[in-house]
């Protein structure tokens, strides 16, 4: 990636971004500006178009341009509330993710997701409607049908522990640095330069949004026994918020 103007300053209008997918395209744009433009090479193709427009240029843009904070987090409708599975890579949220849409709950998100604060409340931003629970490279996915149709307050955040495979399921809610730590490595985009802004955004987000461990067995046929503890655990927090 690179900038334009300067190295890796601050996106502000006018400035002229671009990315070099390898032997599939170049794209471009500016700061500020509706159009991203984008010149093909020798291995494009509509598909890796549409996946690398939705997955990565997309996001970028509006983490860069500060629209939204963008996290590489699952997500899902608890009881018509947003919540999001955080973990390390290769932590579970993509199989935890597909275990409770399989259950018939609505996705927010495969893969990344929008944020943006509204007054005191944090609103998730539903992401593209695709799941891709075997993530095969440059692939969206199939498309699904039961998805948030706009922003909702996010509820909570669970961050995934992997744990032995005869480990009870437990959920703990956690604080201080290990909150922060829970947003932190969830961030889409960790450059240098915005480093300073993704403290400030993250530690803001640790204040008001609650963070629950979640001790996750690495046996898939104990899914539903995490599916059903989390569950009950936010029909009791949003009761006792009632």
């Known amino acids: 990636m690179y900038c334009a103007e300067k190295a890796y300053a601050d996106c502000q209008q006018g400035c002229s971004w671009g990315v070099d997918i390898q032997d599939v395209m170049y794209v471009i744009w500016q700061c500020g500006d509706h159009t991203i433009e984008y010149f093909p090479q020798k291995s494009f193709s509509a598909e890796l178009l549409q996946f690398w427009f939705l997955h990565t240029i997309l996001p970028m843009v509006l983490t860069l341009e500060k629209r939204y904070d963008i996290l590489h987090v699952g997500a899902v409708e608890v009881n018509g509330e947003p919540i999001i599975f955080s973990a390390e890579s290769f932590g579970g949220?993509?199989?935890?993710?597909?275990?409770?849409?399989?259950?018939?709950?609505?996705?927010?998100?495969?893969?990344?997701?929008?944020?943006?604060?509204?007054?005191?409340?944090?609103?998730a931003v539903p992401s593209y409607p695709y799941h891709r629970p075997f993530r095969e490279a440059e692939c969206l996915g199939h498309k699904i049908t039961n998805v948030t149709k706009g922003p909702k307050p996010l509820k909570a955040v669970?961050?995934?522990?992997?744990?032995?495979?005869?480990?009870?399921?437990?959920?703990?809610?956690?604080?201080?640095?290990?909150?922060?730590?829970?947003?932190?490595?969830?961030?889409?985009?960790?450059?240098?330069?915005?480093?300073a802004y993704r403290f400030k955004t993250v530690s803001e987000m640790a204040t008001k949004i609650p963070v629950f461990r979640v001790t996750v067995p690495w046996d898939k046929m104990r899914l539903q026994e995490v599916h059903c503890a989390i569950v009950a655990h936010t029909s009791a927090r949003r009761k006792a918020c009632l």
């Open 158 to 195: 669970y961050l995934l522990e992997r744990a032995e495979s005869d480990a009870a399921v437990a959920i703990e809610e956690v604080s201080g640095i290990e909150k922060f730590t829970a947003f932190h490595f969830s961030s889409f985009i960790n450059f240098d330069f915005f480093k």
């Open 93 to 123: 949220k993509s199989t935890l993710t597909d275990f409770f849409i399989q259950q018939g709950h609505t996705m927010l998100s495969d893969d990344t997701l929008g944020v943006y604060r509204d007054d005191q409340q944090y609103m």
